[in-house]
């Protein structure tokens, strides 16, 4: 297939469906694969795909066992993850469906995937690192990795992305632009390269804490943060790399800047809820402050005030 990426007025998602696995192979965009069906009967493929400038995403479901040949380009990075809990072979080395697996560009890797078996994949492309090398100053992922899968990722990470991607993946379009849907994709990318490496501790002076933090909270006002905020976008207000935000977050804080972001959100969505201006349903308070994924949402606001929303919109 031809190289096109999502332009601002195109479908959110390209499906295709195919009844041949050499088929299903060419269906995904600027992928080399040829794929060899080893269970019996008919073959049922499905690829849901948004290709971004830097990233492109996908869903792959299949019913048959397959083994799959695979390489992405040259300078570009691979990530993939089960979608449906069930496990797969990469090289030969048996996976769990919990591991983020891993191969950068150039190099031939095989998949052996079960029957009514799916997977999400990002594809980060050799721009991608071109330009959050220029951001960060520094390389955040090793090229001459030759691992199968990453390291140290937390399974809650994983399952807010499976969350995030389910939701990108759906074939209407929803209330956020491809512009922020790329940059949410893009932080959620570099959140996992950088978990997955021991990074150096940075070191920050109390007077550039300071100096960071006020324009931290100068930045997040409440107009900000009904939309998504990413990390990067933050780094770039504030003129810090991430290392040295989420250092200095761990030092004023004791947490993480999007563990705290989110809490700001939190309670925000609890002063609508107790003041009720505008008579609006938890549902819709919560998607403006861009909670998207409802039932996550019940969960973290339970966990923070040992309430639920309800319970809080009761007491009006």
């Known amino acids: 297939m031809n190289n096109q990426t999502l ?7 390209c499906t295709h469906h195919s009844n041949d696995a050499n088929h299903q192979a060419a269906n995904l965009t600027d ?6 069906q080893l269970s019996k009967g008919r073959f049922l493929g499905v690829i849901k795909e ?5 990233i492109h995403v996908f869903r792959e479901d299949t019913s048959h066992n397959l083994r799959q040949q695979c390489r992405v380009e040259k300078g570009g990075l691979w990530l993939g993850f089960s979608a449906n809990e069930k496990s797969c ?18 190099r031939d890797f095989e998949l052996l995937t079960p029957d009514d078996f799916s997977i999400y994949g990002l594809v980060l492309h050799p721009s991608f690192f071109a330009k959050l090398a220029e951001q960060e100053g520094e390389a955040i992922f090793n090229h001459n990795f030759d691992g ?12 807010n992305l499976k969350r995030y991607l389910n939701l990108l993946l759906q074939t209407q379009n929803n209330n956020w632009s491809n512009r922020t849907h790329e940059l949410i ?21 109390s007077l550039q804490r300071n100096r960071i933090m006020s324009r931290v909270q ?3 006002t409440e107009e900000r943060m009904k939309s998504p905020i990413t990390m990067n976008e933050i780094c770039s207000a504030v003129h810090v790399s991430r290392r040295t935000l989420q250092y200095t977050f761990t030092q004023c804080y004791g947490i993480p800047p999007k563990q705290y972001i989110q809490a700001l959100r939190l309670n925000q969505v609890r002063r609508e ?13 919560a998607i403006n402050y861009g909670f998207f994924h409802l039932s996550h949402f019940n969960q973290s606001y339970k966990r923070l005030f040992g309430e639920t929303p309800q319970q809080t919109k009761l007491r009006v």
Request: aromatic content about 8%.
């Open 148 to 159: 199968l899968w990453l390291e140290n990722i937390a399974t809650t990470e994983l399952n």
């Open 31 to 36: 992928w080399e694969q040829e794929f060899d």
């Open 218 to 220: 100068a930045y997040l």
């Open 50 to 54: 948004v290709l971004f400038p830097h």
């Open 273 to 285: 809820l107790s003041e009720n201006k505008e008579l609006q349903t938890i549902s819709e308070v």
């Open 89 to 106: 072979h990469i090289n030969y080395e048996q996976t769990n469906n919990n591991q983020l697996l891993c191969r950068p560009g150039n």
């Open 7 to 13: 332009q601002k007025d195109d479908p959110w998602v």
């Open 185 to 205: 994709l893009t932080d959620a990318a570099i959140e996992l390269l950088i978990n997955s490496q021991q990074q150096p501790t940075a070191h920050v002076t």
